[in-house]
């Protein structure tokens, strides 16, 4: 009885977990309909890798790849929804500015931002508003967004607002030496996007190109390259080539991954 009850615990922390990677994502989908998802993924990779070597060691590289493909396309709308969130940061604090500056509270200049804002900062704002109704105090809802969206920025906003409803000030000024720092931010992370766009287009084609090359060869021609599964020789050598790859793709985003 107590082991059903923890196992249950668990899986429900797990769905919870899910559901706000999913809702941080922007994703329309139920934890569970993402799990189904993620199952006919496993499936249909699976059987793609099956059906031309009819091999169970391909079902489950397949089977595999699709089990975590669906995770990855996650994090990706996850990273690129925050990349959004932070793009949009300013436009939403000078709305913020201007309405404070008219003589609006921070609670009415949060519902104006979220009438006239774009997705994703519009649902974000709807988030806080929410918590709102519901009775919690604007300390705690704005702790609540700073969990929900891991947003560097948005830690900043969080903190000085906290910080000024503790020790006061004017909210409008600081709001904008906050836009200041938040455009200065963004301009230096795209430049160094742009500077280190050659050396992560070079990793991925370094990391993928013996992978596509390996098989357009066991496609054309499946008995020249089937020792590298069934001599014991040929799996250590691809053992150590996909640890080489991971290594070497591993020290190339190492490289080309600068901290702003």
């Known amino acids: 009885m107590l082991k059903s009850l923890l196992v249950r615990k668990k899986d429900s922390k ?11 994502a922007g994703i329309p989908l139920k934890a569970e309909e993402f799990v189904v998802f993620q199952w006919f993924a496993v499936l249909i990779a699976g059987g793609l890798f099956f059906l031309p070597s009819h091999q169970m060691v391909m079902f489950l590289a397949g089977g595999s790849l699709g089990y975590y493909m669906p995770l990855l396309w996650l994090k990706q709308k996850q ?6 969130f932070n793009a949009g940061m300013p436009g939403m604090l000078t709305s913020i500015i201007s309405s404070l500056k008219a003589g609006f509270s921070f609670l009415q200049s949060l519902q104006m931002v979220a009438q006239e804002s774009d997705s994703p900062v519009k649902e974000e704002i709807e988030f806080v508003l929410k918590l709102l109704q519901y009775g919690t ?75 596509g090359l390996g098989g357009i060869i066991y496609f054309l021609n499946p008995e020249y390259i089937s020792p590298l599964f069934t001599h014991p020789i040929g799996r250590s050598l691809l053992i150590a080539a996909v ?15 600068i901290e702003v």
């Open 14 to 24: 797990r769905r919870e977990r899910l559901e706000q990677k999913i809702s941080l």
């Open 79 to 84: 990273k690129k929804r925050i990349e959004l």
């Open 137 to 211: 105090s604007m300390e705690e809802a704005l702790i609540e967004w700073k969990k929900r969206m891991p947003s560097e920025d948005l830690d900043l906003l969080v903190e000085a607002i906290l910080i000024q409803k503790q020790v006061g000030g004017n909210l409008a000024f600081l709001l904008g030496k906050i836009v200041d720092t938040t455009r200065a931010r963004n301009k230096l992370e795209n430049q160094v996007k742009t500077l280190t766009a050659q050396g992560r287009l070079s990793g991925l084609i370094i990391a993928f190109l013996p992978i």
């Open 243 to 257: 640890i080489s790859e991971v290594i070497g793709f591993m020290f190339i985003r190492k490289i080309t991954t």
